[in-house]
């Protein structure tokens, strides 16, 4: 590809107390480059590193060994670190850490206001980023008493009000329940394909990662696998051997594909199946 | 005392406010009935906000009963003051959302131990007891006694509270969603020990979750809260046989039931509720296998 990433992660090692006698390394020799307009979601256990490689785009975490560039920028050069935060916004697990004000537009603008942005633009923004996370009945309530889907996405809508170039949801579905986790994945598909922000979706739910154009797998510190979400879910026994899981739908037709050798190994979506089905079904004997 | 065919815990049209009579007051329980019987594996499921947590805290007396309803427990009536609430938190022992929230010693060992101290259990029984609880839940005693729990990893953590519960030998353990949040090699491990636990000696185990797919292979009950009322009720098997039903209130069912359906929509096979994956392949095999594929 010509076109420069928009982050690229050049032999990243990563290591807590690096300085002391037990260094915990975290993340070893990775290199990723994401492209404008991605929707990566990066998959692994509790400590296989992907939270640690989230915090290093957007300089929360600086290599031990290696460069992470932003645009261009050095994450290390301290002189760069406000343009990368405001080119790379974080999104975390529990929103409530990351809402400030008693009013949810309020909330929204907090961040646009501490960029310095004039009062017209900010309304503007809130009211922009309201409308894409769907929160515009709510603006007048008060965060800590909206359902944890719409404080998610109070979460959210703060951050892209700062409209970076890049949102990074750090595990930012995983307390909620199936319709506040649909809620929040409808606004990132739409602030991805309809305002071109690129994404990057840390998860352990499998089925969130066939929403990407691309999934990566980390074990240990490392990628241990990449591709778009079909070629890493024809991976169907390593996936298992690691314990990660499988889409339903990946392992159903991954299990009847041994039944059926021409019957597609990796279909990801109830959808794809059942169409699959119906039509073998259709075909006479 | 309760006999086998007596419900443990028998909950009955449960009303419950918190910051009653104040401005603030919040409507939690608004008629919560249900009944789960010695060794039984249930389900509480329900969207966030809707009384799941409430309901729980009642079973070891975190919440008194002072309104409307009934909880009985083993036999003890939660309303009445004089019960002795150290010996229902033994019987019933509670995990919560962040378990690591419920660590405070120094050392894993020392935690698990807490509670079988507090019972004035003989020092080498104690270490029996962890020891045993600690296996439990794949934390190896020799191994994790002397770690500190706070250099413990989120898995980890969740496992030592367990342990800690587990270690006064309760005879009903709730889990309330003490699994969301962590990975799925530690979520797997955590639920087949508990399943293990629940099938050979009988623990009555009460799961509340948000999710679907942990409840088919774990439980064989389930009643479904929202807004504060039990609205389903019936086997796991029954409840996602309801899928519209189980979205008007929030929740979802495992893709290998909707594809099934889906099906039994489309006229290919007999309307059937499968349960897992295992089960979906045989009814999606013969539909293939019918049409001469």
Redesign the interface.
């Known amino acids: 590809m010509s076109e420069e990433p928009i982050i690229r992660v050049e032999n990243v090692t990563f290591a807590y107390n690096a300085e002391s006698e037990n260094p915990i390394v975290a993340l070893r020799e990775v290199n990723l480059e994401i492209y404008r307009g991605d929707y990566l979601v990066i998959v692994?256990?509790?400590?296989?590193g992907k939270s640690t490689l989230a915090k290093h785009f957007n300089a929360l975490l600086t290599p031990t060994q290696g460069d992470v560039w932003v645009e261009g920028m050095n994450t290390k050069d301290p002189r760069h670190t406000l343009d990368i935060r405001r080119t790379v916004g974080m999104v975390f697990?529990i929103p409530d850490n990351q809402i400030v004000a008693t009013i949810v537009e309020q909330d929204v603008a907090f961040g646009p206001e501490n960029l310095g942005i004039p009062p017209d633009e900010i309304a503007r923004r809130v009211e922009w980023a309201l409308e894409v996370t769907e929160l515009k009945p709510f603006r007048h309530r008060a965060p800590h008493l909206l359902?944890?889907?719409q404080k998610q996405r109070v979460a959210i809508a703060g951050i892209i009000a700062m409209k970076p170039d890049v949102i990074v949801l750090d595990?930012s579905t995983?307390?909620?329940?199936?319709?506040?986790r649909e809620s929040v994945l409808a606004a990132v598909r739409r602030l991805n394909q309809e305002e071109g922000i690129t994404v990057v979706a840390i998860t352990?739910f499998?089925?969130e990662a066939t929403e990407g154009n691309r999934v990566i797998v980390m074990e240990a510190g490392r990628i241990i696998m990449e591709g778009t979400p079909r070629e890493v879910f024809s991976h169907v026994e390593e996936l298992r051997d690691?314990?990660?899981?499988v889409?339903?739908?990946t392992?159903?037709s991954y299990?009847?594909h041994k039944?059926?050798p021409?019957?597609p190994p990796n279909l990801l979506t109830?959808q794809e199946?059942?169409e699959e089905?119906?039509r073998?079904?259709?075909?006479?004997? | 005392m309760t006999s086998a065919n007596e419900p443990i815990i028998q909950v009955n049209d449960l009303h419950h406010r918190y910051l009653r009579g104040t401005p603030l007051e919040v409507v939690a329980l608004k008629g919560v009935t249900m009944e789960i019987y010695p060794g039984e594996a249930v389900g509480i499921i329900g969207?966030?906000?809707a009384g799941k947590s409430t309901i729980v805290q009642h079973f070891n007396g975190l919440i008194r009963p002072r309104e409307r309803g009934k909880v009985i427990v083993d036999g003890m009536d939660l309303a009445d003051p004089d019960i002795d609430i150290r010996a229902l938190r033994q019987k019933v022992g509670l995990v919560f959302q962040y378990p690591e929230q419920q660590l405070f010693e120094r050392y894993v060992g020392d935690d698990v131990a807490f509670g079988p101290l507090k019972m004035g259990l003989p020092m080498d029984e104690v270490r029996e007891r962890v020891r045993e609880a600690m296996e439990m839940v794949g934390l190896g005693f020799e191994e994790f006694k002397d770690r500190y729990t706070f250099s413990l990893?989120?898995?980890e953590m969740r496992k030592a509270a367990m342990a800690g519960v587990l270690a006064l030998r309760p005879k009903i353990l709730i889990l309330d969603e003490s699994t969301?949040?962590?990975?799925?090699?530690?979520r797997?491990e955590l639920l087949s020990r508990i399943d293990y636990l629940h099938r050979t000696r009988g623990l009555t185990v009460i799961f509340v979750s948000?999710?679907?797919?942990d409840m088919a292979g774990l439980v064989d009950r389930i009643y479904v809260i929202d807004d504060g009322r039990t609205v389903m009720s019936g086997t796991t098997r029954e409840i996602f046989s309801q899928p519209e039903k189980l979205v008007q209130h929030?929740?979802?069912i495992?893709?290998?039931t909707?594809?099934v359906h889906?099906?039994g929509r489309?006229g290919?096979v007999p309307p059937t509720t499968v349960l897992t994956?295992q089960e979906?392949?045989e009814v999606?095999?013969k539909?293939?296998n019918?049409?001469?594929?």
């Open positions: 692994g256990h509790n400590g296989s697990q359902s944890a889907g595990e995983a307390m909620l329940d199936p319709v506040g352990h499998m089925h690691l314990m990660l899981d889409p339903q739908p392992e159903v299990e009847l039944l059926v021409d019957f109830v199946v059942v089905v119906c073998r079904d259709g075909r006479a004997p | 969207r966030t906000g990893s989120g898995g969301s949040g962590v990975d799925p090699r530690s797997k948000p999710n679907m797919e929030g929740l979802g495992p893709q290998i909707e594809i889906e099906l489309r290919k994956v979906g392949k999606l095999w539909i293939l019918s049409s001469g594929t």
